[in-house]
């Protein structure tokens, strides 16, 4: 208790300090000027009408994270939070990104700067060195300073309860619910609200020393709110299992059979069932080589058949995500997958979706960490769709790269800062469909 006690006190000594930097900070933006001044005045941007009020509230929220923050790096506030056996982690991050084409179009682009403001926190509950529980929360608060009517506020509650049992028998059973704004994207020239729901259990079990069985299930709904968005409205059963015989110390050979059910709200003629099955090999993680790779053939079947379309595609798939330690210093890390996928940005159309993705960390300094990202995305439409722009029935394939640059200075080990530069360009056959983006991005943040 005298720690929680000590903990309190010196968190009202610490925001007494931030609001008096807050109020300091202020003036200086502003030289002064009464609010009753800014009040008065009004912005018109494209056509949006903001009040600068918006504005002054923001820069008044970043100046009292930021002050925080200095006082967090000087040890004012550091102490570890405990309730109990309960360990909480409160943290918040702080983002300034720049972005060039914020309506993702290929012509007309409009630029912006978007502050993000992401508060979190963790609670942590280990129990006899084996078993685990964890409840969380995350926010993200998405302020955009020239187009106001963007503005959005996601937010995530997930809950994981591990059981690891003797004998070989581990569960763990998870949970999220995510209350969020997809953004504007090519094709959808509005703001999707949505919830989802995702629920998970997975079941793991050694036996005869070299075997080991897997089984999971997973359920996922997405609700859009808006009754033009119905249509996208989906929930997912997906189900899997996994045999596994080591082959090596640290290497396993599997072999897993999937099923995935999805059925839409409103538009029960994309309802589906996919199946796949995969050979492959799957590394533990405690080798500088971990991950998995494998292999394998997927189906899909329509629940009901309809002209025009390919009610029964098939094709060859894979999975693979591959971390490699090459020192202390240094990881790679690869992700590729070949899945076929149901595009809700157009109709709930089936394409086949082939992902590449290669990272590169290094730690040049001690606390300073460098990264590389770069991916190739290509989707193949199953069927032929009519093209938006020309109402010309044809093939549609897209094409995607993404590359990134970014740097990391862990101030303290709760305290951090970044900047990252990340390049994306969208090329389409569907004129609608393409376009390019950069952006710029500034991070800071505190974790316990």
Not at 172 to 190: F, Y
Request: charged share 30%; with cysteine; proline share 3%.
């Amino acid at each position: 208790m005298a720690v929680e006690l000590i903990y309190v006190l010196d968190t009202v000594r610490y925001m007494q300090e931030v609001y008096k930097c807050a109020k300091a900070l202020r003036q200086i933006m502003f030289l002064g000027r009464p609010l009753e001044g800014l009040q008065r005045k009004e912005e018109v941007v494209k056509g949006t009408k903001r009040l600068p009020q918006q504005r002054l509230v923001c820069y008044e929220a970043l100046g009292l994270i930021i002050c925080g923050f200095w006082l967090l790096s000087l040890g004012v506030v550091w102490a570890e939070i405990k309730l109990g056996p309960v360990q909480v982690h409160p943290g918040i991050e702080v983002e300034e990104v720049y972005r060039t084409n914020i309506y993702q179009t290929e012509k007309n682009e409009r630029d912006d700067w978007i502050t993000v403001i992401s508060p979190s926190l963790s609670l942590n509950l280990p129990m006899r060195g084996r078993h685990e529980a964890h409840l969380g929360y995350s926010g993200l608060a998405y302020i955009y300073d020239r187009y106001g009517g963007e503005d959005h506020y996601d937010q995530i509650w997930d809950g994981h309860l591990f059981l690891d049992f003797p004998g070989g028998l581990a569960t763990r059973l998870s949970g999220s619910i995510t209350d969020a704004t997809l953004e504007r994207r090519p094709g959808v020239n509005r703001q999707r609200e949505y919830n989802e729901y995702n629920t998970e259990l997975s079941l793991e079990y050694a036996f005869a020393k070299r075997w080991q069985a897997k089984a999971s299930y997973r359920y996922d709904e997405w609700d859009f709110e808006k009754d033009i968005d119905d249509r996208q409205s989906y929930t997912t059963n997906a189900g899997a299992v996994v045999m596994q015989y080591r082959i090596l110390p640290r290497t396993w050979a599997l072999l897993e059979g999937g099923y995935a059910e999805n059925s839409y709200d409103e538009a029960g003629i994309n309802d589906n069932d996919i199946y796949a099955v995969f050979l492959g090999l799957e590394w533990g993680p405690k080798g500088k080589l971990k991950g998995e790779l494998k292999g394998g053939y997927a189906w899909k079947n329509y629940d009901r058949h309809m002209a025009r379309r390919d009610n029964s595609p098939s094709d060859w798939s894979s999975q693979v995500g591959l971390t490699w330690d090459v020192d202390r210093r240094t990881s790679f890390k690869v992700t590729a997958s070949r899945a076929f996928m149901d595009d809700i940005d157009y109709l709930n159309a089936s394409y086949l979706s082939n992902i590449f993705r290669l990272g590169f960390q290094r730690r040049i300094y001690p606390k300073i960490t460098f990264n590389i990202y770069g991916a190739y995305q290509r989707d193949e439409y199953t069927d032929k769709l009519i093209e938006p722009s020309t109402s010309i029935r044809k093939d549609r394939e897209d094409e995607s790269i993404r590359v990134g640059l970014g740097l990391r200075y862990d101030i303290q080990d709760y305290l951090f800062m970044g900047v990252k530069w990340y390049y994306e360009d969208e090329d389409s056959n569907f004129r609608e469909y393409s376009y390019s983006e950069n952006r710029l991005i500034i991070r800071l943040g505190v974790l316990y």
